[in-house]
């Protein structure tokens, strides 16, 4: 298990966000984006591109992940969404689906001629065979998850598969957002970047790319 991120070469970082969000909630911090890019360009070698993935319910008119979102795009961050199915379950509650999946892998196979080394912040094993796809291509992929949580949120085939695995407790001091909600965003205003992802939101189905920097 690696202690940090640090890579040679180009590298390219995808957030599942859905799994970032869950992961540190049950290492009880809230994640700062604008600590987290900061970090992320200071232990690359050369960063070339950072996705965040987000599955968005278009039925409702806010959500406090609204905020987030917006800003994630303004500011360095590769936003891709996809609109998610909101359904009740059979007790009655209310549920939202919003596999990122398929485009994160997609993404991930795209990239791989173009860089050295990609981080992923994913414990999900279904990632197993992408890793394994863009490792033949001569990347190096580091998993960032947790074995802390109970259970743990790291699947072991992707854990035995990846080059590295990082604990995301351990690097966490570096962008862990602050107590005070007003300081925490980038431009000193009020902006809560937690949020319950079952709620829904209006946000369009969009895909951010950006320039990629080579």
């Known amino acids: 298990m690696a202690s940090g991120l640090k890579t040679i070469g180009k590298t390219c970082v995808f957030i599942d966000g859905s ?5 540190s909630r ?46 994630l795009s303004y500011n360095g961050y590769s936003l891709v969404t996809k609109t998610a199915r909101e359904f009740t379950d059979a007790t009655g509650k209310r549920r939202v689906k919003g596999n ?18 990609m981080i992923i912040f994913t414990g999900d094993s279904d990632f197993r065979r992408a890793v394994e796809a863009v ?10 998850s947790s074995r802390e949580t109970s259970p743990p ?15 995301l407790h351990d690097i966490s001091k570096h962008f862990i957002r602050a107590t005070d909600k007003r300081d925490s965003h980038p431009n000193g205003r009020y902006n809560d970047t937690s949020f319950d992802r079952s709620e829904a ?13 080579m």
């Open 26 to 71: 049950n290492l009880n911090f809230d994640v700062d984006y604008k600590k987290l890019l900061e970090y992320l360009e200071r232990e690359t070698g050369s960063l070339v591109r950072t996705y965040y993935y987000a599955a968005i319910v278009d039925t409702e008119d806010y959500s406090p992940l609204k905020p987030l979102t917006d800003w």
């Open 135 to 144: 490792q033949r291509q001569g990347v190096s992929v580091t998993a960032v």
């Open 201 to 213: 939101q209006v946000l369009p189905a969009s895909r951010n790319s950006g320039p990629i920097r």
């Open 153 to 167: 949120l790291i699947g072991d085939d992707l854990r035995r598969q990846v080059d590295h695995f990082v604990e």
């Open 19 to 23: 799994s970032l969000y869950s992961t």
């Open 100 to 117: 990122m999946d398929i485009e994160i892998a997609i993404d991930m196979m795209e990239m791989a001629p173009h860089v050295d080394n």
